[in-house]
């Protein structure tokens, strides 16, 4: 696709929300889609009423890392961070972007199929794979076995 500014072809795709059901899809190229995102737009409103711009006082681009030096709107531009302090610095506008992304700000990931389950668990699977080597280191084999398919029972839940 062609950028509607350029001849150039197009990498970003910008759906701005105008009000109620109204969207309008924009086409652009890295070039101009930094005009379109640094420069004020004649004649547009925001979105909501009250939504500024994300950028900090006085400073195009947004708030600044300390650390590292990237803008908010670079990040949101190239979707990496320059360093971990970032999710610090940007915290205020990371949080409701992480929420319409993920539903949430928090992380609930899996849990492994073979992670125990408690604490004591835990331990008692500690002590038994200590228990296997030197029962291998040993020969005893038989033993080891029987140790071997109590960590699986562990392991699986």
């Given at each position: 696709?062609?950028?509607?500014?350029?001849?150039?072809?197009?990498?970003?795709?910008?759906?701005?929300?105008?009000?109620?059901?109204?969207?309008?899809?924009?086409?652009?190229?890295?070039?101009?889609?930094?005009?379109?995102?640094?420069?004020?737009?004649?004649?547009?409103?925001?979105?909501?009423?009250?939504?500024?711009?994300?950028?900090?006082a006085g400073e195009p681009g947004?708030?600044?890392?300390?650390?590292?030096?990237?803008?908010?709107?670079?990040?949101?531009?190239?979707?990496?961070?320059?360093?971990?302090?970032?999710?610090?610095?940007?915290?205020?506008?990371?949080?409701?972007?992480?929420?319409?992304?993920?539903?949430?700000?928090?992380?609930?990931?899996?849990?492994?199929?073979?992670?125990?389950?408690?604490?004591?668990?835990?331990?008692?699977?500690?002590?038994?794979?200590?228990?296997?080597?030197?029962?291998?280191?040993?020969?005893?084999?038989?033993?080891?076995?029987?140790?071997?398919?109590?960590?699986?029972?562990?392991?699986?839940?």
């Amino acid at each position: 696709m062609k950028c509607q500014r350029c001849p150039k072809q197009a990498t970003l795709h910008i759906t701005e929300v105008l009000g109620d059901e109204r969207f309008e899809e924009v086409h652009l190229c890295e070039d101009c889609a930094k005009k379109y995102l640094y420069e004020p737009q004649v004649g547009k409103k925001p979105a909501k009423p009250g939504v500024a711009p994300v950028e900090a006082a006085g400073e195009p681009g947004g708030a600044r890392c300390p650390a590292c030096g990237i803008t908010f709107v670079e990040f949101r531009n190239h979707g990496r961070f320059g360093c971990g302090h970032d999710y610090d610095a940007f915290k205020p506008d990371l949080l409701p972007l992480m929420d319409s992304v993920h539903g949430d700000t928090r992380h609930a990931g899996k849990i492994p199929r073979r992670a125990p389950r408690t604490a004591t668990a835990q331990a008692e699977l500690g002590q038994l794979r200590q228990r296997l080597q030197v029962l291998v280191e040993e020969e005893k084999y038989e033993e080891a076995a029987r140790v071997r398919d109590r960590i699986k029972e562990l392991e699986l839940g």
